[in-house]
């Protein structure tokens, strides 16, 4: 500096130097769109996957309807209430304590690999064994359970329900278990597994009353039908998965500041500044200029100029990077 300090800080120079210092307008991000994600849920399957799994269960409720139908030799409307993505772990694994307990039928490719169910609501249960009946005394205790004829006769409807479900596409080949589940969930499976839960609701063509229920299929099992191209896992090796991850890694630009020197003044000093002062630095002619990344020093170097722009000259490595520093030489041009 040149050697002159004097007491002028008036208040046109602080409003100045607030200017200076103050922040910039900022963008209003209020009105900015952001689509929530929510990491604690499953994508298995994609915007498109998932508009293609619509197209496929609307399918699937044609299906289904027409089955219905023809077990309750009545007319009966299926409609696709929802098709989502589940954890496992979402799924209860312990009887229910409500008297009336669900009604479960899993299947799969054979009785020791089951992959899905169909989970019928005890109230829903009851509801289509007394349309398999063409009994209406049932409802004068919509909380009973089923006998074991209704039983059995829920058992033929869902097994053929499965059957139906079955022949809507050539990947699939699944088999009913033998007998249904009542209360006690029947799937063993991690919590991490990811289930595609196809809610559908049933009703008489002339009634406005429907019943719930649904199928529950591992998202794997559904690929083919979203358009999602399986990739075997055993084709990639440890090995072969951290050399994809370094080199997406290594292709990520990373900012590198070279910083020549610093120095510390008072706020009256800086205010006082004028062209042609001298600003002492804190750092001696023949000591290392820093390249800085990420607010730590990982090179020292000397100033430089190439191509007409100012460069740094690398002599050696910060303790950063571990082990004694080593001489480089080699050149980095600072922005």
Avoid at 31 to 45: G, L, V
Avoid at 105 to 118: D, H, K, R, S, V
Avoid at 213 to 225: N, T
Avoid at 251 to 276: H, K, N, R, W, Y
Wanted: with cysteine; aromatic share 8%; glycine share 6%.
């Amino acid at each position: 500096m040149s050697g002159r300090v004097t007491n002028s800080l008036s208040r046109e120079k602080i409003q100045q130097l607030l200017m200076a210092v103050g922040s910039k307008p900022t963008e209003d991000i209020t009105q900015m769109e952001a689509t929530e994600y929510n990491w604690r849920e499953p994508h298995y399957f994609n915007s498109e996957q998932l508009v293609k799994l619509d197209d496929f269960a609307q399918t699937a409720a044609t299906a289904v309807a027409e089955k219905f139908s023809e077990f309750c030799r009545s007319e009966l409307n299926v409609t696709i209430a929802s098709t989502t993505q589940h954890f496992a772990d979402e799924f209860p694994n312990q009887p229910s304590d409500s008297e009336q307990k669900d009604y479960y039928l899993p299947f799969g490719a054979n009785q020791e690999q089951m992959c899905g169910l169909i989970g019928i609501p005890g109230q829903a249960a009851l509801n289509w064994a007394r349309q398999l009946l063409g009994d209406s005394e049932s409802e004068k205790d919509p909380g009973r359970g089923l006998s074991q004829l209704e039983e059995s006769l829920l058992l033929d409807l869902v097994s053929a329900l499965v059957e139906v479900f079955s022949g809507l596409d050539e990947s699939f080949d699944f088999h009913s278990a033998k007998s249904i589940a009542k209360g006690q969930w029947p799937l063993e499976m991690e919590g991490t597994e990811e289930l595609c839960k196809i809610s559908f609701d049933v009703k008489k063509a002339d009634s406005e009353k429907s019943s719930e229920a649904y199928f529950l299929i591992l998202c794997s099992e559904l690929g083919s039908v979203a358009g999602k191209a399986e990739q075997d896992s055993a084709d990639f090796s440890a090995e072969d998965v951290s050399k994809l991850i370094l080199g997406h890694l290594q292709e990520i630009p990373v900012s590198i500041t070279g910083q020549l020197a610093s120095a510390v003044l008072t706020f009256e000093e800086i205010m006082d500044l004028q062209p042609d002062d001298i600003l002492l630095l804190d750092k001696r002619v023949d000591q290392p200029t820093e390249l800085i990344v990420g607010g730590r020093t990982v090179y020292y170097g000397c100033p430089a100029k190439s191509a007409g722009k100012y460069a740094v000259t690398i002599t050696n490595t910060a303790a950063v990077f571990g082990g004694d520093a080593e001489n480089i030489n080699s050149s980095i041009e600072t922005k």
